[in-house]
Each structure stands twice: as structure tokens, then as C-alpha cells.
């Protein structure tokens, strides 16, 4: 009942704010928004106490439908928590923006919300494909009503992108299904890897074109700089902190579980994948002069460093490839608002055009070199502990090639150094910004800043959760 | 005693007789609201005489059982439908529009329980020529008279196709009856004869479906055709034809299916493509729903060709989510004039009237097999039965086809959420938006119930 009523509160919500009437200005507005939103994350913090982590098994499990089953085991748990708490973070963000449609954008981001959630927590594929796909709708708006001057190409672009893979994604279901008759993924995991590898494979590239586009993975990308740059603040935030660990979130449910032989064939096609994604990325993000795009490319470096981890197969890798998810979520989505937060003040996002930020704001200055280093996985931030769990594992697995995801690091510290050089530093600055932060923007960069120093202190603080979980993930691997 | 057992056709074409005479003396929303009621007395007629067992009457030349009755009052329940819109709209046609609807409508449910090839050809020919008459309804517009003729050209075209179809399957085999005819096939080889009289029978049943290589008259006379006749030809026609088809397939003309099955399945895909990328660039709304019923009657198809239980079980179950829908979105066109269905009227509605857009919306994501919503479900267990069949290429086909339509169903939504509101205001009558809204509900809602549509698709095959 509990995951069910997480799943619900944002639901009821949406519900709640669509039918009632209420002034865009209202603090009623805000307030019932907010309510929807911080009530699930307390609730998920109450998941979290009642979690027993030693137990590998799903937890909490109900049917709410008959078959449609939900539950959370340590690695569905962190993405709950981490989706409760950035919509939290959001829609307290959202509270500062005056558009007239406030309430149609609040309600469009708890129905998102509710989305999101009941995509973790399925236990049942047909609803993980509902949820999976469903997603785009409130993205869809939320990108095409609130959004840049191209917004139309790029929410199109999501859409029909997405869409593609999805569609490949459901045919393999339906498949699966086809021959052992449940669409239950508990079942399905001990199932599956029965088939051949013939079956496996054709399988495995319908499950990965889906997954790869979603990451998105390299010949998959060109999707996500233009909805990042497109779509307003918070949607970047959702998009580049979750809807994209959407996608590794299937690998790690489908693809690696359930296809294990497959999984290993493919494996170095990944990795190689990987590096290109990495490497390529960097150089891009290297040459923008968008900052939004830049931390668009960035996030497809860092994502590249999850599928290598992912496909290495050995505990390490994986646990970081799942803690380095979690810690890009909340990286990525401090880094796309505070762009949010200079956007709003001057209404360009040029890097040429802003120098010496800490000057007039010294606050906000603090703040983005702190996310800045975090991206880059300075020890003493989140970004290190995935990182180098990652390369732990990748330099069992691929051995030497593991150099080249470390030169990705690399080329990322040089792309954001220097997007502080010239943004942050310099000593004369624009007139332009000289209004300080807010207190809900402040807070908002704050509660980011505590979890990812705070994981990046205390990484077992996630990792307890994961552990018992890569047993089950992997056994299959030790055996073959 | 035979016209006992035929009372929801016996009334239906009376009370039809009668109101035509009626028309000189009441005026027309009278008549209107008439037609309406001898429909849904005629449903009712037929709900509380359907019985479970199979009866043959006149000769055989009409077949009645649980499956037809039910095909007949799908048909009834769709032109109830459409009547209604017909009374809730603006519109004051002469008073015979509704009675020809009565007339079509009739064509259609003796159409369904036909059982001999003269049968069939009488009803069928019925429902086309009140169909020619309702295409060309709006005598004063170029774009009306232009369906009307065209579609009466080709349809008689491919009218006589069928015909010679017809003699060429009595010639081979001496038999008119479909039980006689089945059995006759059982027992004898089926020569070149036969198989040509079969697919000339199929090309004039595929023309009236507007499958492709058929389509050419659809978007043209869907355009030109009052809008309430393009939402009766989109809907009735199929509803009957396709429950007909699943009829002569599955119960009477059993052992050809290794003839049919492949000009079925390259149909589906041609279908299914082409309405996808005609429907790309069209701005006119009714021209566009044209392209994407080809489409939907392409994925119908699809699930036909497999020949088991569980493809006609999600092929009904498509025809019938696609009925909802489309009566949904057409409510709304209703209320715009006939020749000026441009998707650039709806702009702005997303702003002017949020509900209903979201009602349209809902409406339109479904047609494009979003989930959680119906249609989605309908597409699903089509490409559950293809896949357990092993029909995969075809349906990756399909998935390709549902991308590519997807985008102009979005298009639409673009237009009504993102562009620049268009100036002219449209009043939008209470009772449409009900109907709107009740068939964007029943697409929202459906999943909770997928549970039990599955056991019930379950049970069947």
C-alpha cells in the first residue's frame, strides 16, 4: 500500500489541481502542488526506514491489479527516493515562475511525477512499458507549451524517437510472452535466459535500441541537446535526472538479468559504443558556446561511463554504474538549474555573454563550482565514488581500454574548468545579473549540494542498498 | 412466421417506409429525432429476440446466430450514434438524409446475416447506393458533388468486379448458398476459377473498406461528404463489412484460407504504410481521419490474416475501440462547416477550451496507441496474436506504420496546444461534448479493465 499510495498522491494531485479553479498567482496553487509533491518523498524516506537491505528479494510487494504487480528492491528504492526528491525539488522551483498556465505546468509535472514512480516500482512488464512510454505525454507539453523557440522540433523529436524504441521494446515483450505466458518480471528473470542465443540476440537488439535511445547511447543521441535546450528548467531537470536513468534502469531489469548470454555476446559491442559515446561527447560539449547544451553533452559522456559499467558484469561495475546514475540525477539537475537560474535573469544562454558571475553572485558562483567539480568527480562528491566504482569493475572486465573512458574524465574536467573560466571567474562583470539568489532558488541548490556531498562522504549510505542485489543481478554471469 | 424471426429488420425497414412518407408532412428535426427513435427501438427489437441458436430462413438465403445478432447490433448502436450526432448538430438537411441513413443502416445488418451470394449483393448494393446519395448530400458544394460522383463511379466499378466475381464462383461451382458453397469446396479441388471468383468477391468487399490498393476514393470523398456522413462512412460500413468478412472467413468459407491469408497480409502492410505517409501532409482534418482509417482498417487485417480465434477476438475488439474513438473525435467536427475542416481551426483550443481539448487529445493519443489508454490495448493484443502466430515481419511493419502515424496525431495536437489561437469561435453544443467527452472517458478507463478483457479474449481462443 505504501509504494501504491506514493504512486497515487502525485496522481490525485494532478487530479485535484486540473479540476479546481484557482489564480495562477494563488499561494493555494503552490502550496497543494507542493503538498503532492513533498508528501511521496516522506513517504519514500518512510520506504527507505522500513527497507530491510540485507534482503535481495522485492519488498513492499501488492496488487493493486489483479497480476499487475509493484514492489522495490535496493536498486528500484534509490531511484524512488531519487524521483520523489527531485520532483520535490522541482516543483519548489516551479513555485518562482510566473507563467499564467502555472497550474496546467504544476499539474502536468505530478502527473509526470506519478509516471515516473509506477515505472520503478512495476514488477509487471506490461506496466514498466506503460509507464515507459507514457512518460512522453506530460514530457510532450511540458517541452512543446513551456518551451524555446524550436521547442516543437525538439518535443517532436523526443517523442517519435522514444517512441520507436519503445514500440521495438513492446514486440519483444510480446514475444517473450508469447512463449512462457507471464508478464511478471520476477518470473521472467528466471524464465528467459532459457532461450538460445539466436532468440537471445534478436531479443537483446530489440530490448537495447529501445534502452540506447532512452540513455541515450551513441548513434542515439541527437535527440537529447535539442529537448534540453528546448524544454524549460525543470523539464531538463526531469529529463537529464530521470527519464534518462530510465533507460539504464531497463538494462539493469531486462537486458542483464534476463539475457544473459546475449548480454555477454554484445558486451563489447557496448563498451565500444561506450568509449565512442564518451569520448565523442566530450569533444562536443568542448566546442559549444550553449551552456545548456554543453551540460546536454555532458550528461551523455557520463552516461556512457554507465553503460560500460553496466555491461562489465562484475559487482563493482554495476554498483557503479547505479550509484554513478544516481549521483549524475542529482548533478545534472543542479547544473540545469542553476543555467535555469542565469536564463531567468538575462534571457540568453551564450557562454560568451556572462563573465565574472561571482562578482555580483557570489552565492549562486559557489554553488556552480561546487556542482561543476561534482560533474567532473572530484573526491568528496558523489560524481567520484560511481566513477571510479565503474572503472573498478570495467578494468576487470575490458582490462586496458578502460584508458579511454578515463580520457572521457579527463576531457570532461577540461570542458567544464573552462566553462567556469568563463563564466564564474574574470574580474569585470556584466551588469546584468546583479540580483542575488532567491531563497527557494538558494534552498533549492543547497538540499542538491547536501545529498551529493553528503554520498559523496558516505557512498555506502547507497551502496548498502545495491549490495545485495548484484548477487541475484549477476549470478548468472559468475556461471557462465 | 419467417418475418417473426427477422422482427428488428421487418420493423427497421417499415418504420423507414413510413417515415419517408411521414417527411412531407412533419419537418425535418422531427424526423431527425424519429429516425433516431426507430433505431434504438430497433436495437432493443433486436437485443430481446436474439437467441443462441443458429437458424437459416428464407430459403437460407438469410443465417441468424448469437455472432450475427451481436455484429447487428454493433451496427445499430454505431448508427445510433451518428444519428444522434445528426440531431445535436446545427445542421438542417433534407428531411431524406436520415432516412437514407435508415436505409444504409438496414442494408448493413441484412449484409451481416447474409447467406447466399444474391442476398449479399442485394444488401451490399442497398447500403453503397444510400451511401452514394448521402456522399453527395450537399448538392450546392463543388467539393460534395465531387465525392458523390466519384465514389458512385468507382464503387459501381468495383461493384461489377464483384458481380463477375459472383458468376464466376456460381459458374464453377453451381452454388449460391455460402453452406453449400463451403461444402462444395470441401469437397472438391479448388480450381483457378474459383479462386479468381473469390478474390474478384474480395476486391469489391476491399473497395468498400477503402483498403489499399482500394483507398483512392477515401480521401476524396471523406473531404467532400458531409461531415456526419464522412463520421457514418467511417464507422457503420466498416463495423458491418469487417464483421462480414470475419463471418465468411471463419464460418462459411473455411478451406481457402491458404488462398486468402497472403493477400491479406500484403494488404495489412500496404495499408498500413501508405495511410501513414499520405496522412503526413494533410491539413484537411477529414481527409487526414480518411488516411488514418485506412490505417486502422490495415491493423484490422492484420490480425484477420492469422485466422485463429484470438486474431478475429482483437480484430472485433480494434473495430470497436476504433468505432468509440473515431464517433469521439468526429462529435467534435460536427460542429465545424462541412468544406472548412482545416487542422489550422482547431489553433488555440488548448488555450479557449482546456477540457475539450484534453478530451481530444486523449482521443487522438489513443488512435495513436499510447498507453495506458485504448487504443493502445487494441494494438496490443493485435500484435500478441500476430507474434504468437510467428508473424513477426508484419508486425514490425505495423510498428514502423504506428511511429510515422503518430506524428501527424501530434501535429493535431500541436496545433490545438502550441500555435496562435485562430480567430473564428465556434459554439460547441452541450450534448456533443458529452458524447466527446464520454468516449474520451471510456479510452482513459479502459485499462483498468484489461484484465477482463483479456480473460474474455482468453476464454475464446
Known amino acids: 500500500m505504501l509504494l501504491f499510495s506514493i504512486f497515487l498522491l502525485p496522481l490525485i494531485g494532478a487530479l485535484i489541481l486540473s479540476l479546481i479553479k484557482i489564480n495562477h498567482k494563488s499561494i493555494y496553487l503552490k502550496f497543494i502542488s507542493l503538498f503532492f509533491a513533498v508528501l511521496p518523498f516522506l513517504l519514500s524516506i518512510v520506504a527507505c526506514i522500513e ?20 514492489g522495490i528492491d535496493g536498486i528500484s528504492l534509490l531511484f524512488l527516493l531519487l524521483t520523489t526528491f527531485l520532483f520535490v525539488i522541482c516543483i519548489l522551483y516551479n513555485c518562482k515562475m510566473s507563467y499564467t498556465t502555472l497550474k496546467a505546468y504544476m499539474a502536468l509535472f505530478l502527473l509526470l511525477e506519478s ?239 556572462y563573465f565574472g558571475i561571482v562578482n555580483t553572485m557570489p552565492k549562486f558562483g559557489f554553488m556552480f563550482i561546487l556542482f561543476s567539480m561534482a560533474s567532473i568527480g572530484l573526491p568528496g562528491t558523489s560524481g567520484f565514488a560511481g566513477e571510479f566504482l565503474a572503472m573498478v569493475g570495467m578494468f576487470k572486465s575490458i582490462g586496458f581500454f578502460t584508458g579511454f573512458i578515463a580520457l572521457g574524465t579527463i576531457l570532461s574536467a577540461a570542458y567544464m574548468l573552462n566553462l567556469c573560466k568563463q563564466i564564474i571567474w574574470g574580474v569585470s562583470y556584466s551588469k546584468l545579473l546583479n540580483n542575488r539568489l532567491d531563497s527557494i532558488e538558494f534552498s533549492v541548490l543547497i538540499l542538491l549540494a547536501v545529498f551529493v556531498i553528503l554520498l559523496g562522504f558516505y557512498p555506502t549510505l547507497a551502496l548498502n542498498y545495491l549490495k545485495p542485489c548484484m548477487a541475484n543481478l549477476l549470478v548468472k554471469y559468475n556461471a557462465l | 412466421m419467417n418475418y417473426i424471426q427477422i422482427l ?29 427513435g426507430c433505431t434504438v427501438i430497433t436495437l432493443i427489437i433486436l437485443i430481446i429476440s436474439a437467441e443462441n441458436n443458429e437458424i437459416f430462413l428464407f430459403n437460407s438465403l438469410l443465417k441468424l446466430n448469437l455472432y450475427i445478432r451481436s455484429a447487428q447490433g454493433l451496427i445499430l448502436s454505431t448508427g445510433i450514434l451518428i444519428l444522434l450526432l445528426l440531431n445535436l448538430s446545427k445542421y438542417d438537411y433534407k428531411y431524406e438524409f436520415s432516412i437514407l441513413i435508415l436505409f444504409a443502416l438496414f442494408g448493413m445488418i441484412t449484409l451481416v446475416s447474409a447467406n447466399s451470394l444474391i442476398s449479399f449483393y442485394l444488401a451490399f448494393e442497398l447500403m453503397s447506393i444510400s451511401l452514394y446519395v448521402l456522399a453527395s448530400f450537399n448538392k450546392d458544394s463543388a467539393y460534395s458533388c465531387e465525392a458523390g460522383v466519384k465514389y458512385f463511379t ?59 490498393p482500394f483507398h483512392m476514393w477515401a480521401p476524396d470523398v471523406y ?96 473495430l470497436v475501440i476504433y468505432i468509440i474513438t473515431s464517433i469521439g473525435l468526429f462529435s467534435y467536427l460536427v460542429q465545424i462547416d462541412d468544406d472548412d475542416c482545416d487542422i489550422a481551426n482547431l489553433s488555440g483550443i488548448g488555450k479557449k477550451h482546456p477540457i475539450v481539448a484534453f478530451h481530444l487529445s486523449v482521443l487522438l493519443l489513443s488512435m495513436s496507441g499510447i498507453p495506458p489508454l485504448a487504443g493502445f490495448i487494441a494494438k496490443f493484443s493485435i500484435f500478441k496474436s500476430l507474434i504468437n502466430s510467428g508473424f513477426i515481419s508484419l508486425s514490425l511493419i505495423l510498428v514502423i506504420a504506428s511511429v510515422i502515424s503518430c506524428y501527424y496525431y501530434l501535429n493535431i495536437m500541436k496545433v490545438m496546444y502550441f500555435d496562435k489561437a485562430s480567430g473564428n469561435k465556434v459554439a460547441y453544443p452541450k450534448g456533443l461534448f458529452i458524447i466527446t467527452s464520454l468516449a474520451s472517458l471510456i479510452n482513459l478507463v479502459l485499462f483498468l479493465y484489461i484484465k477482463d478483457l483479456y480473460s474474455l479474449i482468453e476464454l475464446k481462443g
Open chain 1, 115 to 353: 509516471f515516473v514512480v509506477g515505472f520503478f516500482v512495476s514488477l509487471n512488464a506490461i506496466s514498466f512499458y506503460v509507464f515507459f512510454e507514457a512518460v512522453l505525454i506530460p514530457m510532450f507539453f511540458i517541452i512543446g507549451i513551456w518551451g524555446g523557440k524550436q521547442r516543437i522540433y525538439a518535443t517532436f523529436k523526443l517523442f517519435l524517437y522514444t517512441l520507436t524504441g519503445s514500440l521495438l521494446f513492446l514486440l519483444g515483450l510480446v514475444y517473450i510472452y508469447s512463449v512462457f505466458g507471464t508478464f511478471s518480471i520476477q518470473k521472467l528473470a528466471t524464465l528467459v535466459p532459457s532461450l538460445d542465443l539466436e532468440v537471445q540476440s534478436l531479443l537483446w537488439i530489440a530490448f537495447f535500441i529501445s534502452f540506447a535511445i532512452k540513455v541515450p547511447m551513441f548513434p542515439f543521441h541527437t535527440w537529447l541537446p535539442d529537448a534540453h535546450v528546448q524544454s524549460p528548467t525543470s523539464g531538463s531537470v526531469i529529463l537529464a535526472g530521470l527519464l534518462i536513468k530510465m533507460g539504464g534502469y531497463g538494462f539493469l531489469r531486462f537486458s542483464i538479468p534476463m539475457l544473459p548470454q546475449a548480454s555477454l555476446y554484445f558486451s563489447n559491442f557496448v563498451v565500444v559504443l561506450s568509449i565512442i559515446a564518451v569520448i565523442y561527447a566530450s569533444l562536443v560539449a568542448f566546442a559549444q558556446d550553449d551552456i545548456k547544451k554543453l551540460i546536454a553533452y555532458s550528461s551523455i559522456a557520463h552516461m556512457g561511463i554507465v553503460t560500460a559499467g553496466l555491461f562489465s558484469f562484475c559487482e563493482e561495475g554495476v554498483l557503479g554504474s547505479i550509484f554513478q546514475m544516481i549521483s549524475h540525477g542529482l548533478i545534472s539537475a543542479a547544473l540545469f538549474l542553476c543555467v535555469g537560474m542565469l536564463y531567468t535573469r538575462t534571457g540568453t544562454l551564450e557562454i560568451a555573454k
Open chain 2, 154 to 212: 468507382l464503387s459501381a466499378l468495383s461493384s461489377c468486379i464483384m458481380l463477375y466475381g459472383m458468376s464466376l464462383l456460381y459458374g464453377y461451382t453451381g452454388q449460391v448458398n455460402f453452406s453449400e458453397l463451403s461444402s462444395f469446396l470441401q469437397n472438391h479441388q479448388i480450381t483457378y476459377g474459383i479462386v479468381f471468383g473469390l478474390v474478384f468477391v474480395l476486391i469489391g468487399l476491399c473497395f468498400k473498406l477503402a483498403i489499399v
Open chain 2, 223 to 318: 473531404q467532400g461528404a458531409p461531415t456526419i456522413v464522412t463520421a457514418f462512412f467511417s464507422t457503420a460500413p466498416k463495423a458491418a463489412l469487417v464483421t462480414f468478412l470475419i463471418r465468411l472467413m471463419n464460418e462459411e468459407l473455411v478451406n481457402v484460407k491458404s488462398y486468402v491469408q497472403p493477400i491479406f497480409l500484403y494488404v495489412s502492410a500496404l495499408s498500413v504504410l501508405i495511410s501513414a505517409f499520405g496522412a503526413l501532409h494533410q491539413q484537411n482534418l477529414k481527409r487526414l481521419l480518411a488516411y488514418s482509417s485506412i490505417g486502422h482498417i490495415g491493423f484490422i487485417f492484420a490480425s484477420l490474416s492469422i485466422f485463429t480465434q484470438a486474431g478475429t477476438d482483437s480484430a472485433l475488439m480494434y
Open chain 2, 8 to 36: 428488428p429488420e421487418t420493423f427497421s425497414i417499415i418504420s423507414s417506409l413510413v417515415l419517408l412518407l411521414l417527411g412531407i408532412i412533419l419537418n425535418r428535426r422531427t424526423i431527425n429525432l424519429l429516425a433516431l
Open chain 1, 51 to 70: 527497507f530491510d537491505y540485507n534482503n535481495a528479494d522485492f519488498q513492499f510487494v501488492s496488487y493493486p491489479i489483479k497480476n499487475v504487480g509493484i
